[in-house]
């Protein structure tokens, strides 16, 4: 037994020196190896294919302008172009109060001088992303109660539809040009929604049918990254029960301030400019 006891202390010591432990090259993080491949989903045709959005990206420049400039907006509209701009009703279009025309960022310093030259001083800007065959909302006008909207219909008809509190939007949509690659059909139009979306489809339903849309001011045109557009009333009327009225007047008044006259600001009514730059268009 004493002769034992040695050789069992010599084997438990080998034991306790050895542990459980694997040796150290196999202690290796199970991570180390793993290719991003081997992370992707698999479907029955391999490993899943990453797809990206196709989308137009749109630059929306929002600018503040003296109401009673609007005359002077003439300049600008000289050296922009409407041939590549489409109506339903160029008629309707324009006694609703709309007037649209195309351009290129490679006049961009002109755009900003002339609109400055008519008095008009940024108020924001915004980035859209325009999805394919999606809808995409820029907000423009909010109701917090009932009201009327008159507006000219597509057959030149004079129309009234009443509405709750909601919001007036100008609605974007685009889609592809399978012609001409990196190039998209930008369609426009006014849009009275309500201001709660859900992601529940039923519930989406039901909202699309209180919606209206004012086809009478859509309008659509091609477009490609530098291409714009600018958006004012054709001239000012004084109210904000018509579409034209509701969609460019700004309620009350804005302060304007013009360094180089030397006149202390003013408060004015004021109209809403909106400049719809194209920067990106993806595939």
């Known amino acids: 037994m004493r002769r034992l006891l040695p050789i069992l202390v010599l084997a438990w010591w080998l034991l306790a020196a050895s542990?459980?432990?694997?040796?150290?090259?196999?202690?290796?993080?199970?991570?180390?190896?793993?290719?991003?491949?081997?992370?992707?989903?698999?479907?029955?045709?391999?490993?899943?294919?990453?797809?990206?959005?196709?989308?137009?990206?749109?630059?929306?420049?929002?600018?503040?302008?003296?109401?009673?400039k609007v005359d002077e907006l003439d300049k600008l509209w000289e050296v922009l172009s409407a041939k590549p701009v489409r109506m339903n009703s160029y008629n309707a279009f324009t006694q609703n109060g709309f007037r649209v025309k195309f351009g290129h960022t490679d006049n961009w310093l002109q755009i900003e001088s002339l609109l400055a030259e008519a008095g008009a001083q940024r108020a924001a800007t915004t980035s859209l992303i325009l999805a394919e065959n999606e809808a995409t909302d820029l907000p423009v006008a909010h109701f917090s109660?009932?009201?009327?909207?008159?507006?000219?219909?597509?057959?030149?008809?004079?129309?009234?539809?009443?509405?709750?509190?909601?919001?007036?939007?100008?609605?974007?949509?685009?889609?592809?040009?399978?012609?001409?690659?990196?190039?998209?059909?930008?369609?426009?139009?006014?849009?009275?929604?309500?201001?709660?979306?859900?992601?529940?489809?039923?519930?989406?339903?039901?909202?699309?049918?209180?919606?209206?849309?004012?086809?009478?001011?859509?309008?659509?045109?091609?477009?490609?990254?530098?291409?714009?557009?600018?958006?004012?009333?054709?001239?000012?009327?004084n109210e904000r029960v018509s579409l034209g009225g509701l969609f460019f007047n700004r309620p009350g008044t804005c302060m304007f301030f013009n360094a180089a006259t030397r006149k202390p600001p003013q408060r004015k009514p004021a109209v809403r400019v909106l400049v719809l730059v194209c920067t990106h268009v993806r595939s």
Request: aromatic content about 6%.
């Open 19 to 68: 542990g459980c432990k694997s040796p150290p090259e196999e202690q290796e993080n199970v991570w180390e190896q793993a290719q991003i491949g081997d992370l992707a989903p698999v479907t029955k045709d391999g490993p899943a294919k990453v797809k990206f959005m196709a989308a137009a990206h749109m630059d929306v420049h929002i600018l503040d302008l003296p109401a009673d």
């Open 145 to 237: 109660h009932d009201r009327r909207i008159s507006f000219t219909n597509s057959n030149l008809s004079q129309e009234v539809v009443n509405v709750g509190p909601g919001a007036l939007v100008l609605r974007l949509t685009c889609e592809p040009m399978p012609w001409a690659r990196g190039v998209r059909k930008v369609i426009a139009y006014p849009s009275y929604t309500l201001p709660v979306t859900s992601a529940i489809n039923e519930l989406e339903l039901r909202i699309q049918k209180h919606e209206f849309p004012f086809a009478s001011a859509a309008f659509a045109t091609q477009m490609e990254p530098g291409d714009l557009l600018v958006l004012a009333p054709d001239q000012y009327v």
